[in-house]
């Protein structure tokens, strides 16, 4: 489990500079969207505050602000690369009230009902204990407030499944390997080859509801985007 922790901290540092890029084209330009819709079930308003762990360059972090206004959001991710492209956006950006920091997903260094909403973008396969990760998002979060998550998931149509397993697993890794040149992290496999056999073993999406509600959070349900290569999921506090 400590390699796996090491290898993915390598990992995000290595891909940093073309994260952003990579997402959009693996996603066909539909991940905006996809974003929008997480934006939407965490039913932030002016003033609040926010959370986004595993933020990575701050993407869903910046949504937050723009809803937020005067409010405070925090992005946390363990990638030191991550967030350095992270922070240059936010000087470039000119914006107040957003830090980003480095952290631990399965242990949050923020004290228990601080934030409205807490999200999480494409890292539950990533992290070395997923629903432990969902719980220090729900503690974190106040009474009432939203945790929101989004990940790669398997098509359940049999056709849209189908054209997804090629494209997600030789498509996808092909594309990396043109942006880091088939590099081995820790000597182990390359980065966009990992991004996708992470899949394989990642629970199905009852499975996650699973563990938001374990969390004690209500009204857990999710919903698939992209015909069902990603899925959100929320909980209410």
């Given amino acids: 489990m400590e390699h796996k922790k090491e290898y993915v901290q390598e990992c995000f540092n290595t891909i940093a500079g073309e994260y952003d890029h990579m997402n959009n084209l693996m996603t066909w330009g539909m991940l905006k969207g996809w974003q929008k819709l997480v934006m939407s079930k965490t039913n932030l308003k002016n003033g609040d505050s926010a959370l986004d762990v595993c ?47 480095q952290g ?67 498509f996808v890794p092909f594309l990396g390997h043109l942006v880091d040149k088939n590099k081995n992290i820790a000597g182990k496999i390359p980065a966009y080859t990992w991004l996708a056999e992470s899949l394989r073993n990642f629970p199905n999406q009852d499975t996650i509801k699973s563990y938001f509600e374990a969390a004690g959070l209500k009204d857990c349900d999710y919903k698939g985007v992209g015909f069902g290569a990603a899925t959100v999921y929320w909980g209410r506090k």
């Fill in 104 to 170: 631990d997903a399965m242990n949050l260094p923020f004290a228990d009902n601080t934030f409205a909403a807490a999200t999480n973008g494409f890292a539950l396969r990533n992290v070395l204990d997923i629903p432990k990760t969902i719980s220090e998002m729900a503690r974190v979060v106040k009474e009432g407030g939203m945790v929101v998550c989004i990940d790669v998931s398997r098509p359940k149509n049999p056709i849209f499944r189908a054209f997804f397993n090629v494209y997600y697993f030789k």
């Fill in 55 to 101: 933020c990575g360059t701050g993407e869903m972090a910046f949504q937050m602000k723009d809803i937020v206004g005067e409010g405070k959001v925090f992005g946390l991710d363990f990638s030191e690369n991550m967030l350095k492209v992270a922070n240059e956006k936010l000087a470039q950006s000119g914006k107040t009230g957003m830090e980003f920091v």
